[in-house]
């Protein structure tokens, strides 16, 4: 029988094999930190006199408290002000590298390491975020940790972990034009609701994933927390390839092409077996006009995600219809409204 990608990536660093429904050790091969999770692992790392076990293999970013604007000034808010300096304090006390406000490679902690080239396919990747699953785009096993797992990968480089299960979702078909990555992802969400992939891993494949740029794919495997994944992964392709080549700290020549030769072995069996079906969505996503846009934007604060997402697999002829029962309904509950006073309000 054979593997899935996730498994691949998860036996290449087991370290130990959880028994009797223990959990696995698992080796990380990256860790990405921010401002705010970061200053209780440093802080415990502090206390029990212990240094980061591979601090090459660590980088920060402040981000989470990064301003729109005048990034070259100091903070106003002093709460903000202050995770930024204790993480600079803390990175350089422990030697950890940092990219702070202004520096070139600075950025949001799901985007800089695959700008970068520190993302790659096969790695084992963690941060104190749960969007770290965007790094599956890349082919990664990457997942968002709490503050103590944070502090367990400072002092071992090694995290516990139960095995998550396995789940692929198959996108056939084209795209049409206007419909992007977030479009689907939605419509995905929408059909196995917000909580249809607690406890899973999610391997999205087929043709109109395959056809998104590498930005695409991560904006997939961001959201896949979202319907409550564990992460999302993507198989590498040439897509991924070309995009990390010639990137700052990835292989370089001849390295490169030998990185690749290994890449290219990491997609799921043809006779894998998921834990959960596999879902196939086939023909084309439609795409919206722009009066159907406006319209969505006028009720977008009004509806959930997953109630606009339920609209994106629908001809455009019955968008408006069913955003406006959606809105109906909704406005229906309010106290002491009548139907009619609610439908003039549409």
């Not at 415990?44 to 070259?72: M, Y």
């Not at 700052?248 to 890449?263: C, L, N, T």
């Not at 072995?265 to 879902?279: M, P, Q, R």
């Amino acid at each position: 029988m054979g593997t899935t990608l996730a498994e691949k990536v998860w036996a290449d660093h087991l370290v130990r094999k959880g028994s009797d429904g223990a959990p696995d050790l698992l080796y990380i091969d990256l860790m990405l930190m921010h401002e705010v999770t970061s200053p209780q692992a440093f802080e415990g790392l502090r206390l029990a006199g212990r240094k980061p076990r591979h601090v090459d293999q660590l980088i920060a970013t402040q981000d989470h408290n990064a301003p729109t604007v005048d990034i070259d000034r100091p903070n106003p808010d002093e709460t903000s002000a202050l995770q930024l300096s204790t993480l600079e304090k803390n990175c350089k006390d422990f030697g950890v590298r940092l990219c702070p406000l202004g520096d070139a490679d600075q950025g949001v902690v799901h985007a800089f390491a695959p700008v970068l080239g520190l993302t790659q396919p096969g790695m084992t990747i963690v941060c104190g975020d749960s969007h770290t699953s965007t790094h599956g785009a890349l082919g990664a096993v990457a997942f968002g940790v709490g503050t103590s797992e944070v502090e367990m990968v400072f002092a071992s480089q090694c995290i516990i972990q139960s095995k998550p299960r396995s789940m692929r979702i198959t996108v056939d078909g084209t795209l049409r034009p206007g419909v992007e990555a977030k479009d689907v992802v939605l419509y995905i969400i929408s059909q196995l609701t917000a909580s249809g992939g607690t406890g899973y891993f999610i391997e999205f494949a087929g043709e109109a994933i395959r056809s998104l740029s590498m930005e695409g794919r991560m904006t997939v495997c961001n959201m896949s927390i979202e319907c409550g994944a564990r992460g999302g992964m993507i198989a590498p392709d040439r897509t991924t390839f070309d995009y990390l080549r010639g990137r700052e700290r990835a292989p370089q020549g001849a390295a490169f092409d030998q990185a690749v030769a290994r890449w290219e072995a990491l997609y799921s069996d043809a006779d894998a077996v998921f834990d959960n079906f596999t879902v196939r969505l086939r023909g084309q996503f439609p795409a919206l006009n722009e009066e159907d846009i406006r319209y969505c934007c006028m009720v977008r604060m009004h509806l959930s995600q997953a109630e606009i997402a339920s609209v994106v697999c629908l001809e455009k002829d019955s968008v408006k219809k069913r955003l406006k029962r959606i809105r109906t309904e909704k406005l229906a509950s309010a106290k002491g409204s009548t139907l009619e006073e609610i439908l003039s309000r549409l």
